[in-house]
């Protein structure tokens, strides 16, 4: 079976470590009942039932875990809800702890963590839903089980989409949904409460919907744009090193960032105001002074390794354009 991924830049991330999910009920740390696919832990769903739901349930921890689930993507939607209890969370660089009755939305180019780095007590539900993206551009595929209006499911996809706020309050009513939905999975038996399920999982994007209207929340149509997906290429880069040191071509960039190479170029110099290779070049520079200032103990060759850089000669060159000085001069003055 295939297992779902994530692939970012070089660097393949699994949708979440599931084996800890799979290793924490059999040692009697947690109880843990889902309804899922691919390599998420639970029953397994028929592949006609819920087309579009990877997994659906819920976790109940009675005391601290020696586990958590490290920085991953997803490969679709998640919503999770916190009903008892406290964990930490993390969305990109921000943290914070769940409280109950918090609502966490998490978009498939979200990298999160649940955890710092184990979880606490508490009972934690969730939902994974596959809208066919994996990037902010992408236009969403909702499963065709969703009865809401058009207009209903374009509103809701806009307040998912343009707005990223990633910790919400709930409202009573998804509080009673999730609680719903999790005794629905409980009770399943080969797939005898998925008729049940089809109709909780759209009261809760309804009640979701609800809640986005209750709060007015503010849209911002550029975090769905083609701009937002190359400007999270190239934050990624600048952040990540083994992912800035890839052996990238303009070609392997754009398809990174599932556009074609002409729209790469443009966005990129939308954002840089120079060619992507010759912003790849600046950030590998700028990665390279930073490190030889913090490592004095890597030899110039090592930085220039590590940085992506496959010649000290070009290397040298380059960084003495960029700074005014030989790396070996940059590091000691």
Same mark, same amino acid.
């Given at each position: ?192 409460? %998925?008729?049940?399920?089809?109709? =909780?999982? &759209?009261?809760?994007?309804? @009640?979701? $919907?609800?809640?986005? #209207? ?50 790469? %170029?443009?966005?990129?110099?939308? =954002?840089? &105001?120079?060619?992507?290779? @010759?912003? $790849?070049?600046?950030? #590998? ?49």
């Amino acid at each position: 079976m295939r297992r779902p991924i994530y692939q970012e830049h070089g660097k393949t991330y699994q949708a979440a470590n599931c084996a800890l999910l799979v290793q924490a009920p059999a040692r009697g740390r947690v109880q843990l009942t889902a309804l899922a696919r691919g390599q998420y832990p639970g029953k397994k769903l028929d592949r006609r039932a819920l087309p579009g739901v990877k997994t659906v349930g819920f976790w109940d921890a009675h005391c601290a875990q020696d586990w958590g689930l490290d920085w991953h993507h997803n490969e679709g939607i998640e919503l999770t809800f916190l009903e008892r209890g406290g964990i930490a969370y993390a969305v990109d660089n921000r943290r914070c702890r769940l409280r109950p009755d918090d609502l966490t939305v998490a978009r498939p180019w979200q990298r999160h963590r649940v955890g710092d780095p184990n979880i606490g007590a508490g009972r934690l539900h969730w939902l994974i839903l596959d809208v066919g993206v994996r990037r902010p551009h992408q236009p969403w595929q909702w499963p065709s089980w969703l009865v809401l209006t058009e207009k209903d499911l374009r509103e809701l996809t806009d307040g998912l989409r343009k707005n990223e706020r990633p910790v919400w309050r709930a409202t009573p009513e998804i509080r009673h949904c999730f609680q719903r939905i999790a005794a629905a999975v409980e009770t399943d038996r080969a797939g005898s409460n %998925i008729s049940r399920l089809a109709v =909780l999982l &759209n009261d809760l994007l309804v @009640l979701v $919907l609800e809640m986005f #209207r209750q709060q007015q929340i503010k849209l911002d149509a550029s975090l769905a744009s083609t701009g937002r997906t190359v400007e999270l290429f190239w934050a990624d880069l600048r952040k990540n090193l083994d992912h800035l040191a890839t052996a990238w071509t303009v070609e392997s960039m754009a398809r990174q960032c599932g556009l074609g190479v002409t729209h790469f %170029i443009h966005y990129s110099k939308q =954002l840089t &105001n120079t060619t992507p290779i @010759l912003h $790849l070049n600046q950030c #590998r520079l700028e990665a390279a002074a930073r490190m030889l200032k913090a490592n004095p103990q890597r030899s110039v060759l090592e930085v220039t390794m590590a940085c992506g850089f496959n010649s000290s000669q070009y290397f040298a060159t380059l960084f003495r354009r960029q700074f005014g000085k030989t790396p070996r001069d940059y590091r000691q003055g």
